[in-house]
Structure formats: structure tokens, C-alpha cells
């Protein structure tokens, strides 16, 4: 049977790890072949959010529920990927591919090959991690197996997708000798989700899964990932989760049209404030020594003052590439034909960057300070965040009607503050609170549940990043 090998360090590993290698007696590994396992955790979005793209400091926890990659290196000349929680989903529970299909692929191709079929489109999270250690690392493309456990929710705005992107990476990795600092290995996952996926996200969900410490914020100033350090939260307080039940995708439309009209902003910010442009192809590029090229360095009052009114409400994509050429943005491309909103997403990071520092701040105050006029800001400072997604196009019934719950509890509740999180459009709900009001949470959820019928779950509790976390060993030992 397979059993887990005694860690360096001395520490066991966690129960979601035991649980996987207690399932391991079906073939699926060979056990003349050791297995690494590697955790990773998602992430409850705090404050930051969409403006990580954009330059923004963002405020980030890893939860205690996270994904497990067990992997193994293999001589079938196949790249094998399971999980049973992707049938839940209407997903393949066991994808292949060959290596020689893989092998000299660039990005466009890999996008094509593993996410052409819907029910195979899981795994390329997954198999997404050899394509870019390949191409980025020099990995040698060899058989390989990967077994899949997660307790994070999908679709649901807490990084389910960077869980599993890190802790493959980290597995695999460690499986071939590989070194990758915690940076290093988060910037390569967002690769693997904007390149060979084709999700535009920014880099705070997998910083977070790779780099987090338990029990703490960790603090990135997304330009494009330079850690700010980690935040404790005061003693008196706590955050939770409360998912709405309405499923989302880094992907969807929306979120991607949310992302366009940002960078359609930025280039016409560019133009107002007459910096050097060229334009290459469908993409510009800025000479920008005054905000270096984010949007979350211009201040809030220089924007109210002299751009807002300048820059459009909304804006066709044809008309936008005539004036303008295109944006900074690799990742994304205007689409002639579509509408964007321009002006609430512009807006958005730059103020949500200023709000977040202000949050940080008053999290990092005086200690003297009256503790309850501190986390009513705080509280303030998230519903200004909420509303301000929704104002892009990002919010949803779901998530606007858990934040109203929040704002009309009793103040008794200890309830301070809520906002969506992550790429919005549904998904988790975030709630600032006073420690040990659970309860307060939970009936916050339970009248959700009763108004709406959608069943909403409550979540809590911090774990490690996948890098302070490390890597497992385990091997099969014959039953004496």
C-alpha cells in the first residue's frame, strides 16, 4: 500500500494529503515509482480584486480549503491527469495526452490542443504546467501521472484554478529536481492560465496559493508581483466567505470586457497626458515614466480632475482602434464589434488601489486608536469596493443581496463590512467581522439561502501557500 514517507522537516502532513494517498490502491501509479505531493491553497480575496491587472496593492488570505497534486514520473509516453471532481462538472474524470503531441508546441498551439474539447478543458490547467516548464524552464517533456484532489469550490471566485496551477507546478517540479522560489512559480502559473488556457487573469490568485502564510494577508503590489509583506489581522477580527451559488469564470465574457475597457482607459489616459505611443501590430506600446505603465500609480485626484470627463463612458471597439491602435495589453484584444464600457473600469483601480491602502493602513494603525471607528472604516471601505464592481459590470443579484444582508444587520452582530471578490459576476462573498460572530455569518448565509433557494456556504479558516507548505513524499510499502 501506499504510504506517506517521514518529511524532513518533521512536520505531518495535513489530512486533505493523508486522505488522497489513503485512495491510492487502484493501479493508477506505479509503485516502483515514487509519488510528490504538493498543497495548495485558494484564496479569499480581501481587497484588490480586478485592480491586480491594472498595478493595484491587493490584500489576500489562503483558506484552509486547498488542492492536493500527487504526481509521478512515468515511461508511458503519456501525460495522464485525473480527477473524480471534474465529472461533478460535466468534465472528463481521466484526460491524455501524448508527449510527442506536446513536445515543440508553442503557446497557440497548446491553447488549441487542450482546450478545443469542453469536457477535457480541466486538465489544461494541469498539463498547462509541463507546456510552460518546457518552453520557460527547459523541462524535459516525459511520461507523466497527476492525480487531482481539491475542497476548493469551483467557479466560485476563491482561485480554484491557481490552487490547482501551483500545486501541479510545485509537484512537478519537485518531482524533477527542479528549484522554483515562490515568485518565480507563481509568475509561471499565470502564464500557464493566460497563455494555455487563455483566462486573462492577473498574478494576486496564484501569489497567494504559491506564497501565503497562514492566518495572514499577504500584501502584493501587482507591478507585476513585488510582495509587500504579510498582515496580521487585530485580534478582534476575523474574515470569512459566504458563497452565493452563483458560479463564475476568470474567462467569461464579462470579466475579459471588464479587463479591455481598463487597458481602452489606460491608452487614452496615455493620450491626454501626451505620452510617447507606438503602435505595434493590434498592440500599443506607452512610454510611461510617470506611472509606469499601471493605472493604479495615477492618483484619484488627478483622475477626477483632469481625465475622467475626457475619457468616455463607453466605447466601440471599431471606433477605439481607429483613434487609438490598440492597447498595452498582451493578453487581451479589443473585439471591433463589441461595445465596452471604458470609464467605471478605468476608474476602478485607480481608486481601489488607493482604497486599499488606506485599508492596509488603518489595519497597521495605532493601537490607541478607537478600535470600532477603525473597523467601521474598514467596513466602509469594502462596500465602496463592491459597489464600485458593480458599477464595471461585475456585481450580481446574488452577491448585491449578501452585502445588503451584511449592511442591515444590527450593529450587535459585529458585522463591519462585505464586498465581492475576485473576477466578480457571482462567486464568494467576503465579510469582515468581530471575533467569534460566526453565528452573526451564518445567519447572514441562512437568510440568503431562505430568499433565494440557492444553498450558501460558509468559509473559513487560513493554511499555508503551497511553497511554506513544501512537498510530501510517499511510497508502496507490501502489506506484510
Not at 464579462?254 to 501626451?274: C, K, N, W
Request: proline residues 5%; aromatic residues 6%; contains cysteine.
Amino acid at each position: 500500500m501506499w504510504q506517506l514517507d517521514a518529511r524532513a522537516d518533521g512536520r505531518r502532513a495535513d489530512a486533505d494529503v493523508a486522505r488522497l494517498v489513503a485512495s491510492l490502491d487502484d493501479g493508477y501509479f506505479d509503485p516502483r515509482e515514487p509519488i510528490v505531493l504538493a498543497r495548495a491553497p485558494g484564496r479569499l480575496d480581501l481587497m484588490g480584486g480586478i485592480a491586480d491587472y491594472s498595478g493595484s496593492l491587493v490584500l489576500e488570505l489562503p483558506l484552509a480549503v486547498a488542492t492536493v497534486v500527487a504526481a509521478q514520473r512515468s515511461t508511458d509516453p503519456r501525460v495522464v491527469v485525473r480527477s473524480a471532481a471534474a465529472e461533478a462538472f460535466g468534465g472528463a474524470a481521466e484526460v491524455a495526452v501524448d508527449v510527442s503531441d506536446l513536445a515543440g508546441l508553442d503557446y497557440d498551439e497548446a491553447r488549441a490542443l487542450l482546450t478545443s474539447d469542453p469536457s477535457r478543458h480541466w486538465a489544461a490547467y494541469a498539463i498547462g504546467v509541463l507546456v510552460v516548464l518546457a518552453r520557460e524552464r527547459g523541462l524535459a517533456l516525459e511520461g507523466a501521472r497527476l492525480l487531482v484532489d481539491s475542497t476548493v469550490p469551483t467557479g466560485k471566485g476563491v482561485s480554484s484554478s491557481a490552487a490547482l496551477e501551483v500545486a501541479t507546478m510545485r509537484a512537478v517540479s519537485a518531482a524533477h529536481g527542479m528549484e522554483l522560489e515562490g515568485r518565480e512559480l507563481a509568475l509561471l502559473c499565470q502564464r500557464v492560465e493566460n497563455l494555455v488556457v487563455g483566462a486573462p487573469c492577473g498574478v494576486m490568485d496564484q501569489m497567494t496559493s504559491a506564497c501565503g502564510e497562514e492566518g495572514r494577508l499577504l500584501a502584493l503590489l501587482c507591478q507585476p508581483a513585488e510582495p509587500r509583506g504579510h498582515v496580521a489581522l487585530p485580534s478582534s477580527l476575523e474574515v470569512w466567505g459566504i458563497d452565493s451559488g452563483i458560479r463564475h469564470a476568470v474567462g467569461d465574457a464579462d470579466y475579459a470586457a471588464v479587463r479591455v475597457g481598463t487597458f481602452m482607459g489606460y491608452r487614452i489616459v496615455a493620450e491626454l497626458a501626451h505620452l510617447p505611443v507606438r503602435i505595434d501590430g493590434r498592440h500599443a506600446q506607452v512610454t510611461d515614466a510617470r506611472w509606469q505603465g499601471f493605472l493604479a500609480n495615477l492618483s484619484p485626484s488627478e483622475w477626477e480632475a483632469r481625465f475622467r470627463v475626457h475619457v468616455p463612458e463607453t466605447m466601440e471597439g471599431d471606433a477605439f482602434l481607429a483613434r487609438y491602435g490598440g492597447t498595452t495589453d498582451r493578453v487581451t484584444r479589443v473585439d471591433p464589434s463589441r461595445r465596452y464600457r471604458v470609464r467605471w473600469p478605468t476608474g476602478h483601480p485607480i481608486h481601489e488601489h488607493h482604497r486599499t491602502r488606506l485599508f492596509r493602513s488603518l489595519l497597521d494603525g495605532e493601537p490607541d486608536a478607537p478600535a470600532e471607528e477603525r473597523w467601521s472604516l474598514l467596513g466602509e471601505l469594502m462596500y465602496q469596493s463592491h459597489a464600485s464592481y458593480g458599477s464595471c459590470g461585475l456585481g450580481s443579484g446574488g452577491t448585491d443581496l449578501l452585502v445588503d444582508l451584511v449592511r442591515a444587520a444590527p450593529a450587535e452582530a459585529g458585522l463591519y463590512g462585505a464586498k465581492i471578490t475576485g473576477g466578480g459576476r457571482g462567486g464568494v462573498v467576503a465579510v469582515l467581522a468581530r471575533r467569534g460572530r460566526v453565528s452573526a455569518v451564518e445567519a447572514i448565509a441562512q437568510a440568503y439561502q431562505r430568499e433565494t433557494g440557492r444553498e450558501a456556504t460558509v468559509l473559513g479558516g487560513s493554511s499555508p501557500g503551497a511553497m511554506p507548505w513544501g512537498v510530501a513524499r510517499a511510497s508502496w510499502r507490501p502489506v506484510r
